[in-house]
Nanobody, 113 residues
Framework: QVQLVESGGGLVQPGGSLRLSCAAS?????INWYRQAPGNQRDLVAS???????RYADSVKGRFTISRDNAKNTVYLQMNTLKPEDTAVYYC??????????WGAGTQVTVSS
């Protein structure tokens, strides 16, 4: 069984930065960050494999960086040059060895002046 706990969200002005963390218990491999704005579907933002291979949504390329510390079982999402359209609840996600799709409770990111 896997538990995922996100942290690091908050209110930031446009152009600002935030770093989200996803602390995991249990064995994790690929980790994804998704986001969901009110009235919208949940979209994939970034992914990272256990070996560190990454991919990003086009909307965040060059601004967001996903990374992981396997010793701490934690994945990070560094978000720079934030825009109002980045406002959403950000979720951490992984597919466990038991075949279960695990999600964290989410952390709110609000980009506003």
């Amino acid at each position: 069984q896997v538990q995922l706990v996100e942290s690091g969200g908050g209110l930031v002005q446009p152009g600002g930065s935030l770093r989200l963390s996803c602390a995991a218990s249990g064995t994790i491999f690929n980790i994804n960050w998704y986001r969901q704005a009110p009235g919208n579907q949940r979209d994939l933002v970034a992914s990272i494999t256990r070996g560190g291979r990454t991919r990003y949504a086009d909307s965040v390329k060059g601004r967001f960086t996903i990374s992981r510390d396997n010793a701490k079982n934690t994945v990070y999402l560094q978000m720079n040059t934030l825009k109002p359209e980045d406002t959403a609840v950000y979720y951490c996600n992984t597919f466990g060895l038991d075949g279960v799709d695990y999600w964290g409770a989410g952390t709110q990111v609000t980009v506003s002046s």
